[in-house]
């Protein structure tokens, strides 16, 4: 069976699978989990895992955020204002993130949702800084010039001729 029936057959019943994570966690010092995690999927590591000599992960982001699920040291999700949290992988319980032996995790259920903001909060904020002034100082930093595509007339300026052949539907 090709690639494209193999991962359509994962799809539909993910059971017969298993994790082939733990070489990576082997060389590994950190994880960024980014998965979508269907019922019934294999783990990417256990709890088992997490607690071998040979787990040399030590910092994990789950952005995914699947509690008791196939990042087994997501225990709980954390916040933006306290986004770590300790994961005791002998012991199987939250410790400080700083603790000898603890895994840091990062794992903010609603983070996806904080980056457009952060994105939208970051632009607003050069906006202000750059632009705005720039209608009321004459441009004197060219901001306004470099930005304009068309001149008065509706041909390119000197930095947007690269796009006249799009314009002229070539």
Do not use: W
Not at 46 to 70: K, M, Q, V, W, Y
């Amino acid at each position: 069976m090709g690639l494209k029936g193999s991962i359509q057959e994962f799809f539909k019943d993910p059971s017969g699978y298993q994790s082939n994570f733990m070489p990576y966690a082997k060389e590994s010092h950190y994880f960024i989990a980014g998965h979508f995690y269907g019922n019934g999927a294999p783990y990417l590591f256990t709890r088992e895992d997490a607690a071998s000599p040979e787990f040399n992960i030590n910092l994990i982001a789950d952005i995914s955020c699947d509690i008791d699920g196939p990042v087994a040291a997501t225990i709980k999700a954390s916040t933006i204002a306290n986004p770590f949290y300790g994961y005791d992988p002998i012991q199987e319980k939250e410790v400080a993130f700083n603790a000898p032996g603890a895994i840091t995790m990062m794992a903010v259920d609603n983070l996806p949702c904080e980056l457009p903001k952060d994105a939208s909060e970051g632009f607003g904020d050069m906006f202000l800084e750059h632009v705005i002034p720039a209608f009321f100082n004459g441009d004197s930093q060219g901001i306004l010039s470099r930005a304009q595509m068309t001149s008065k007339d509706g041909a390119l300026t000197p930095n947007f001729k690269y796009l006249q052949e799009y314009v002229n539907g070539q």
